[in-house]
């Protein structure tokens, strides 16, 4: 009976104790069964840094609706961006390599992805909010075309007349407006902080952190989403521009971040096979750009005295930085892959073929408005024609637009293959 009683006791609360050796803290609470919301939000009170964003002191959401039993805001924003029909399309959208070009290469959602781990890697050694900063680094490409920069570049000249477009601000379209799950309301209506850190610039209008004119920069979990963006996405293109053979050996041995991991690498193994090698040093830069971010992020913390996340908000310059020398070196890295990978010969002919595909879509709905998609005649949409047409094609990825073009365009499709 003694222990039945000792069992039952365990069963209706936990003794739990959060040891932190890196912040010397440490706590005792009780709970039931399960972590409750206010648990978790009581922990982010306690451990996370005074300029973190707590999930708790969130401004809201657009639409008012019932918090979660066991889920912070955040962590129901990170799981309505993944169960988006926008975030499952990236698995087709091209980083540089069309999808049909290899299994191997990166996609928009494996970038995704890597962003997100690099991201929370640096909020938790910062004591940041990891939900918040994971679900901004997850949406931040939603808004891509097909085609990857080619695609935006096209779109923006071809909406030139008519608003333009750029990728953040139609991640922001998607999750506000585009995305339709919910009976209550348009879009998955995340919260005002991750709609904040997907705007990423400040002076676009839609922004919603220009509604206080105080404010220049998003918060601190954001800025690190946009830097682990950049971290992955030129060490990544960086394996994949060398597994393709667009980069020359003897070119990328003259880049300082490989220049410098190599002879470490060379200096602790013998003969290492150049595959195994490669990896090794697409990690250790990766590795040395979050040490010199992290440290020169925290160093700006205190330099400025920030303390609260209006701090951050408010600050004259960007918190999350690089140091001048990780700087140069990173810009050093991407002027390269800029110039021998971007503007590859093989690259740009794909570019090409993308350009033709988009422009002939775009004019093939501007002349006849009945073959748009589904979507762009839903009753109320009071959007202009070519900003219906824009959504269309920018929601599209690389293999439903060339999908498209054939139907449309191929005299060899026949009937069957318009409907």
Same mark, same amino acid.
């Given at each position: 009976m003694q222990t039945n009683r000792i069992q039952c006791g365990f069963k209706r609360f936990f003794l739990i104790k959060l040891a932190w050796k890196r912040s010397s803290f440490s706590f005792y609470f009780r709970v039931e069964t399960v972590l409750k919301r206010q648990d978790i939000e009581k922990l982010e009170e306690e451990y996370l840094a005074p300029y973190?964003?707590?999930s708790g002191s969130s401004r *809201?959401? $657009?639409h008012r609706e019932k918090e979660h039993a066991y889920r912070t805001r955040f962590q129901r924003d990170r799981d309505r961006v993944i169960h988006s029909s926008a975030f499952r399309?990236?698995?087709?959208?091209t980083q540089v390599f069309v999808y049909h070009e290899g299994d191997y290469y990166r996609t928009r959602l494996t970038h995704s992805l890597e962003v997100a781990q690099i991201t929370?890697?640096?909020c938790k050694s910062l004591r940041l909010n990891e939900d918040l900063a994971e679900s901004i680094a997850l949406a931040h490409d939603l808004g891509h075309p097909p085609f990857?920069?080619? *695609?935006? $570049?096209v779109l923006n000249d071809l909406m030139k007349d008519h608003g333009g477009f750029e990728h953040n601000k139609q991640s922001l379209r998607i999750v506000t407006r585009l995305e339709r799950r919910y009976p209550d309301f348009e879009g998955v209506n995340l919260t005002w902080e991750v709609q904040e850190g997907i705007s990423k610039h400040s002076r676009d209008a839609d922004n919603p952190i220009l509604q206080n004119k105080k404010f220049r920069f998003p918060t601190l979990e954001a800025q690190v989403a946009d830097f682990s963006d950049g971290i992955a996405y030129n060490a990544h293109d960086l394996d994949d521009g060398f597994t393709s053979n667009l980069l020359d050996l003897g070119d990328l041995r003259k880049v300082a971040l490989?220049?410098?991991n190599e002879k470490i690498l060379d200096r602790k193994y013998k003969n290492l096979d150049m595959e195994l090698k490669k990896y090794q040093i697409v990690r250790a830069i990766i590795n040395d750009l979050i040490t010199d971010f992290r440290k020169t992020t925290l160093q700006n913390v205190r330099k400025y005295k920030i303390q609260a996340v209006d701090d951050v908000r408010a600050c004259p310059v960007r918190i999350a930085a690089f140091s001048k020398e990780c700087n140069e070196k990173n810009l050093e890295l991407k002027r390269f892959l800029f110039k021998n990978m971007y503007h590859h010969r093989k690259v740009r002919r794909m570019e090409f073929k993308a350009e033709l595909y988009l422009t002939k879509l775009f004019e093939a709905y501007m002349r006849y408005p009945e073959l748009l998609p589904e979507p762009g005649h839903r009753d109320g949409n009071k959007d202009s024609l070519e900003r219906r047409i824009c959504d269309a094609i920018s929601g599209m990825t690389d293999r439903s637009s060339i999908d498209e073009y054939k139907k449309l365009y191929s005299p060899d499709e026949g009937l069957g293959a318009l409907i």
């Open positions: 973190a964003v707590k *809201g959401r $657009r399309k990236l698995e087709y959208k929370r890697s640096i990857g920069h080619t *695609g935006q $570049r490989w220049k410098e």
